[in-house]
């Protein structure tokens, strides 16, 4: 029942969003990632890389420049 409230397709990127305020936020998809501020944010889990993105990376998510869409075009480097 758990995983069927927290659907997520497969080869969709999905990240968890740790707040200054301490607050946690998860699953996060790219699309939220545009409503948050970077100033706001503390720590992005990428689930899929099992990594902690980049203040570079965070950047871009939160800006919605070029994201990649899978899990394959994380293969390649950012742009």
Request: glycine share 6%; net charge positive.
């Amino acid at each position: 029942m758990a995983h069927e409230l927290n659907y997520t397709p497969a080869g969709i990127l999905h990240y968890n969003v740790q707040f200054k305020t301490g607050a946690l936020a998860n699953p996060v998809t790219d699309r939220a990632m545009c409503a948050i501020r970077p100033a706001d944010i503390d720590v992005v889990w990428i689930v899929e890389r099992k990594r902690q993105a980049t203040p570079e990376e965070i950047r871009k998510l939160c800006n919605g420049a070029a994201k990649p869409s899978s899990r394959k075009e994380w293969e390649g480097d950012w742009r």
